[in-house]
């Protein structure tokens, strides 16, 4: 069966410093993968998603940045945080087939201080 | 662009009675995919329900049936002998059919009905 691990599970960092978040994709092969953020009380935003190895696709310019060097790892980074990219981040993976619904990961919560 | 309106930030609902949950959506698209998911104090999303557009046949999963209405773009979700562990936060979701060069297969969410369950 298919499992999705993100972490790390909760990170306080402080403004200025950098972000890796990782993500990792077990049981398929070429998913589809996700960063969405989830802002307190909000809905989900999207970020990135990305359909192969090196296609990214970014949705909200930011100071956020996503890569896929593999094909099943998908990492969120950053090279200076702002206290506004404090949320709740979560990576998915979905098989491709439109009718097919996302798996998401735990979430990682993200405190920018 | 698609969106996703829950017009509901909060609903309570007394153990073992009805609740329905609205959403709404826009698009200009005939064919698309749509979803709930619950999102509990843990933080996980975990799927709910689908339904297809082109079915006409709302979709049931156990205690969780949809009321998918595709004229009026309307989606609501209703939750029957709700349960304690229904708690949670609800999202409706949105996803197309049609297949760009890049892909359409992003979702677009709601902004989420919190629900609560009066014991």
């Known amino acids: 069966s298919q499992t999705i691990h993100q972490w790390p599970a909760t990170l306080v960092q402080p403004v200025g410093s950098p972000l890796s978040l990782e993500c990792t994709v077990e049981?398929?092969?070429?998913?589809?993968l996700y960063w969405y953020r989830q802002a307190a009380g909000r809905g989900l935003q999207l970020l990135f998603y990305?359909?192969?190895?090196?296609?990214i696709s970014s949705e909200v310019p930011q100071n956020l940045s996503a890569s896929r060097p593999q094909d099943r790892q998908f990492i969120l980074s950053s090279k200076k945080l702002l206290l506004s990219d404090s949320g709740f981040y979560l990576c998915?993976?979905?098989?491709?087939?439109?009718?097919?619904?996302?798996?998401f990961g735990n979430g990682t919560r993200l405190t920018v201080t | 662009a698609q969106t996703v309106t829950q017009s509901q930030p909060e609903m309570s609902v007394q153990e073992a009675e009805t609740v329905t949950l609205s959403c709404t959506y826009d698009?200009?698209?005939?064919?698309?995919?749509l979803f709930w998911y619950k999102q509990p104090p843990s933080r996980q999303m975990i799927l709910v329900i689908r339904?297809?557009?082109?079915?006409?046949q709302n979709a049931t999963e156990n205690r969780f049936s949809v009321n998918f209405q595709k004229a009026a773009k309307s989606f609501s979700l209703k939750i029957s002998d709700s349960q304690l562990g229904d708690a949670a936060m609800y999202f409706c979701?949105?996803?197309?059919?049609?297949?760009?060069?890049?892909?359409?297969?992003?979702?677009?969410f709601g902004t989420g009905t919190r629900l609560t369950i009066i014991p």
């Open positions: 998915a993976w979905s098989p491709g087939r439109l009718n097919s619904p996302l798996h």
């Open positions: 049981g398929t092969s070429n998913p589809n």
């Open positions: 979701a949105y996803r197309s059919a049609w297949i760009s060069n890049f892909g359409n297969e992003k979702l677009t």
């Open positions: 990305s359909v192969g190895i090196g296609q």
């Open positions: 339904q297809e557009a082109y079915k006409q």
């Open positions: 698009t200009s698209e005939s064919d698309y995919y």
